[in-house]
């Protein structure tokens, strides 16, 4: 890998956030710390050097040593300046040091300054370099481990086998129990693994027991809402809860994407609240689109299809005269209409 070093390896990666840039007098007083740098500014390695100079390059008897071919064998040299300050120079090197887009032959390091040399970026920073503040932990790590993911996989489980006996319309099957939560396990696993790949590659721990935790929990509640919604739409007379029944699955599901994405990278909740919300706007309106295209209105269902025992009706039933006055109110309607020009 370019840019790979050498050097005994003596730090981790990593940054909690933007540190303030170093007061003058702080960059001189070792020990000094190099750091290389991946494109988006992450420290992929850090090496601690003693003494000035510093030299920088390919060859062995350097104090630093990189392991990128387009760098000079001695490419760069870190030292004082004639103010104090500590500069970087170029040894002559044949692609030379590049600084806020520009070439140049030395620079002054103030503890935030990136140099690249051939594919190498670079920073240095002395010892009394103030760091930022403490992040607060929210990470939760109580809900890591075995025990959440034994309880994601077991709610998944319990959730597919109750839609499998609530779609059961046939004589009993053992067999068919079984299958149930297998698929449930299965898509739990399934589901997860690319989650936990993900933390593993953008957040150093794979975290498998809280994304299995989060299918589960966000499985429930995708199927909670949609009985839920059925239910009250039943009992109430709330048509609407059916008819646009599939905005609530596009939200819970952007809501699920969420707490995946959160345990990824915590710090940036804001961000993804917001990526989450837009992904269910444009998904809601994708579904309004196609409802659209397909039955020429934009509710997912003409009539609410639920039927469930009459006990659970909470609102009063409409008398016969009270429909037949409708009717008559809607063929009123439809006369007037068709009375209209050009109807």
């Known amino acids: 890998m370019n840019g790979q070093l050498k050097a005994a390896p003596s730090s981790h990666a990593g ?43 390919r060859a062995y008897d350097n104090d630093f040593i990189v392991d990128d071919d387009h760098a000079a064998a001695h490419h760069v040299e870190i030292g ?35 140099v690249r040399m051939g594919h190498t970026s670079l920073r240095v920073r002395a010892a009394g370099f103030p760091v930022a503040p403490e992040l607060l932990d929210r990470t939760m790590h109580g809900w890591e481990g075995l025990l959440p993911g034994a309880a994601g996989v077991l709610l998944a489980a319990l959730v597919t ?38 933390n593993r590659l953008f957040g150093r721990h794979a975290r498998l027991g809280r994304h299995l935790f989060i299918f589960g929990c966000g499985v429930a509640a995708l199927v909670g809402v949609q009985l839920g919604a059925r239910v009250l739409a039943y009992a109430g007379s709330y048509e609407w809860l059916t008819r646009y029944g599939s905005h609530a699955v596009v939200a819970t599901v952007a809501g699920i994407v969420y707490f995946h994405l959160a345990t990824i990278r915590p710090p940036l909740r804001r961000r993804l609240r917001a990526l989450c919300a837009g992904a269910a706007l444009l998904g809601s309106g994708l579904v309004l689109i196609a409802n659209e295209q397909r039955h020429g209105r934009i509710a997912d269902e003409l009539y609410m299809s639920v039927l469930l025992p009459p006990q659970v009706r909470v609102s009063p039933d409409a008398t016969v005269a009270d429909y037949m006055d409708s009717v008559a109110a809607m063929r009123a309607q439809i006369d007037a209409e068709r009375a209209k020009p050009g109807q």
Do not use: C, K
């Not at 779609?167 to 898509?187: N, R, S």
């Open 161 to 198: 086998l109750l839609v499998a006996w609530l779609l059961d319309a046939q004589p009993f099957e053992l067999l068919y129990y079984v299958q149930a939560p297998a698929w449930g396990i299965g898509a739990a696993l399934l589901w997860s693994s690319p989650w936990a790949f993900l």
């Open 80 to 114: 004082a300046g004639a103010d104090g300050n500590l500069v970087l120079r170029d040894l002559g090197s044949r692609n030379g040091v590049v600084h806020g887009g520009r070439r140049v032959q030395q620079v002054v390091l103030d503890g935030d300054t990136v």
């Open 15 to 57: 940054q909690p956030g933007p540190a303030p840039a170093a007061p003058p007098g702080l960059a001189m007083r070792g020990p000094w710390t190099i750091e290389m740098l991946a494109r988006n500014g992450e420290v992929l390695h850090r090496h601690r050097a003693t003494s000035l100079p510093i030299r920088v390059g």
